[in-house]
């Protein structure tokens, strides 16, 4: 393991053009943000909310909060004052109330919808039919404080490489349904999430367009 910044240029050294960092800060002090915030840095993910509510008011205004934790819905009206996306969104009831609060702080929230591909059942997100039905529902077009950007998952967590790749190559192509049925004209629906410290130079060969990387950045997490 070498500094923040050593690892960090590994990691971006490894993203192809068109592949975004999300640089995952959980578990880890401001201090460490500001190593990676002074290699010039500016995605970070959490994914608690009292922690990045704790963080975010000592820490550089540009910063790019990406929320990538699983949101309960009586806490969102705490992060949407500043957060600039919502990554996994997994039902239309927090959809609902991240545009209810959006609409009160005057502004558009974007979000990713998260699906749920990956044996594990422990994971959260929608699993495609699920996802379907959400947007067949229509109740989102009403919606004009959130913005659907894309789509989040997470692949299962394998050793197994072509298991890891058919997950990811399954969330793509079904973003290419969802584009092409909802999207078609909207060129911010164009985010595709998912990579993370052990799978994301499988995740840039699988059309990604944000990888969410901690712990090769940071170092393990001491929970
Ligand atoms: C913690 C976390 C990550 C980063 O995990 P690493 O293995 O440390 O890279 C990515 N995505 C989500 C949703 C996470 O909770």
Redesign the pocket.
């Given at each position: 393991m070498g500094t923040i910044r050593e690892n960090l240029r590994q990691v971006t050294g490894l993203l192809p053009a068109g592949v975004r960092l999300?640089a995952?800060s959980?578990f880890h002090p401001a201090s460490s943000i500001e190593e990676a915030y002074a290699e010039g840095q500016r995605i970070f993910?959490e994914?608690h909310v009292q922690e990045l509510q704790a963080k975010q008011p000592v820490l550089p205004k540009d910063i790019e909060w990406h929320f990538?934790?699983h949101l309960q819905t009586n806490k969102v009206r705490f992060i949407v004052p500043y957060v600039s996306m919502i990554?996994?969104v997994d039902s239309i009831r927090l959809l609902r109330e991240i545009n209810r609060q959006a609409e009160r702080c005057g502004r558009t929230v974007d979000v990713l919808l998260e699906l749920h591909i990956a044996e594990e059942e422990t994971k959260y997100g929608l699993t495609l039919d699920d996802c379907r039905q959400l947007l067949a529902d229509g109740e989102w077009r009403a919606m004009p404080y959130v913005r659907i950007c894309g789509l989040?998952m997470?692949a299962s967590y394998v050793d197994d490489e072509e298991q890891i790749r058919n997950e990811m190559m399954t969330a793509a192509n079904f973003f290419d349904e969802v584009k092409a049925a909802y999207f078609a004209d909207a060129d911010y629906f164009c985010e595709r999430s998912w990579g993370?410290?052990?799978d994301?130079p499988i995740a840039c060969q699988c059309r990604s367009t944000l990888v969410?990387?901690?712990?090769?950045?940071?170092g393990e997490?001491v929970y």
């Open positions: 999300v995952v959980k993910g994914s990538i934790g990554e996994a989040m997470m993370m410290s052990h994301f969410r990387v901690g712990s090769a950045i940071f997490r």
